[in-house]
């Protein structure tokens, strides 16, 4: 009976090392050794008005850490930009008849949004999957047009190399925003634009590892982050049954459950550039 305790109990030891093995080297996959850590980007930069610009629903997902604390450790004003209603998006799982996929995800990014404490959302209608094609200058104008009647002093976006996962909308979208900022300052009137802009960063290894030829891609096209903050994974969590159209994304993407790849990625990076310091050429 002795023996077999005592087995039992080795046996037991040796699942918990492997298993604490599994878990430190998945987290690894998800570390970037650059980002300095800190509670809220926003309260580091000193940010009091935050607008973010993303090309669909759900692209909010990749901050939810950042607004939702900008939000309630900060005491901010935060709004956002969701440049297409996702109508061409895959719905994992189906939840509407495709041709009404824009009402519904729309919807989503709406009732998510207002979930993080975001004050203002405006959901624009340019096509999913056809933004680099529409009148880049009408685009830019009508960001630069939000962010004076915004007036944010930080603004968040993709980096315009790599889009955070390659795609071509989230591109051209940090692109777009890079000349709305360019124009504003360029501009007369009394608002000439935000100090800080602040670039969503996905984790190179995980990418490397897992995102194939559009990982290596992300991964060789973006800047190392600056920092990291904590992700708020229970409001991910809360996001993707918002985005029921969209809920099973992560699975998909990644293989693993939802709640496995928040136990490993539970930090947000970014590359912030401040714009006195070093502005847009």
């Given at each position: 009976?002795?023996?077999?305790?005592?087995?039992?109990?080795t046996v037991s030891a040796v699942v918990a090392a492997a298993l604490g093995a599994a878990y430190w080297?998945?987290?690894?996959?998800?570390?970037?050794?650059?980002?300095?850590?800190?509670?809220?980007?926003?309260?580091?930069?000193?940010?009091?008005?935050?607008?973010?610009?993303?090309?669909?629903?759900?692209?909010?997902?990749?901050?939810?850490?950042?607004?939702?604390?900008?939000k309630q450790h900060d005491g901010a004003e935060t709004a956002l930009i969701t440049?297409?209603?996702?109508?061409?998006?895959?719905?994992?799982?189906?939840?509407?008849?495709?041709?009404?996929?824009?009402?519904?995800?729309?919807?989503?990014?709406?009732?998510?949004?207002?979930?993080?404490?975001?004050?203002?959302?405006?959901?624009?209608?340019?096509?999913?999957?056809?933004?680099?094609?529409?009148?880049?200058?009408?685009?830019?104008?009508?960001?630069?047009?939000?962010?004076?009647?915004?007036?944010?002093?930080?603004?968040?976006?993709?980096?315009?190399?790599?889009?955070?996962?390659?795609?071509?909308?989230?591109?051209?979208?940090?692109?777009?925003?890079?000349?709305?900022?360019?124009?504003?300052?360029?501009?007369?009137?009394?608002?000439?634009?935000?100090?800080?802009?602040?670039?969503?960063?996905?984790?190179?290894?995980?990418?490397?590892?897992?995102?194939?030829?559009?990982?290596?891609?992300?991964?060789?096209?973006?800047?190392?982050?600056?920092?990291?903050?904590?992700?708020?994974?229970?409001?991910?969590?809360?996001?993707?049954?918002?985005?029921?159209?969209?809920?099973?994304?992560?699975?998909?993407?990644?293989?693993?459950?939802?709640?496995?790849?928040?136990?490993?990625?539970?930090?947000?990076?970014?590359?912030?550039?401040?714009?006195?310091?070093?502005?847009?050429?």
């Open positions: 009976m002795r023996k077999r305790t005592v087995a039992l109990i080297a998945g987290r690894d996959l998800f570390h970037m050794p650059t980002a300095t850590g800190v509670d809220s980007v926003i309260g580091e930069v000193g940010g009091e008005r935050v607008l973010g610009v993303f090309a669909h629903p759900d692209d909010e997902q990749t901050v939810n850490g950042l607004f939702w604390r900008a440049a297409t209603r996702g109508e061409a998006g895959h719905q994992v799982p189906t939840v509407a008849r495709q041709q009404d996929l824009g009402i519904v995800r729309e919807a989503e990014a709406l009732k998510n949004s207002f979930n993080l404490g975001v004050d203002e959302h405006d959901v624009w209608h340019y096509p999913d999957g056809g933004v680099p094609e529409v009148d880049e200058e009408e685009l830019v104008e009508r960001i630069a047009d939000a962010m004076r009647d915004f007036r944010p002093d930080v603004v968040v976006t993709f980096w315009p190399e790599s889009g955070a996962t390659g795609h071509a909308d989230h591109m051209e979208i940090g692109r777009a925003t890079e000349l709305a900022i360019g124009q504003v300052a360029a501009s007369a009137g009394p608002y000439t634009g935000p100090d800080t802009i602040v670039y969503t960063i996905s984790p190179t290894k995980a990418l490397t590892m897992f995102g194939g030829e559009t990982g290596a891609f992300v991964a060789a096209n973006q800047p190392d982050p600056d920092y990291a903050m904590p992700a708020e994974v229970g409001k991910k969590f809360e996001g993707w049954q918002i985005h029921a159209s969209q809920r099973d994304f992560m699975p998909a993407s990644y293989i693993l459950p939802t709640w496995v790849i928040y136990a490993l990625w539970d930090h947000e990076f970014y590359t912030v550039r401040d714009l006195a310091a070093d502005p847009l050429g």
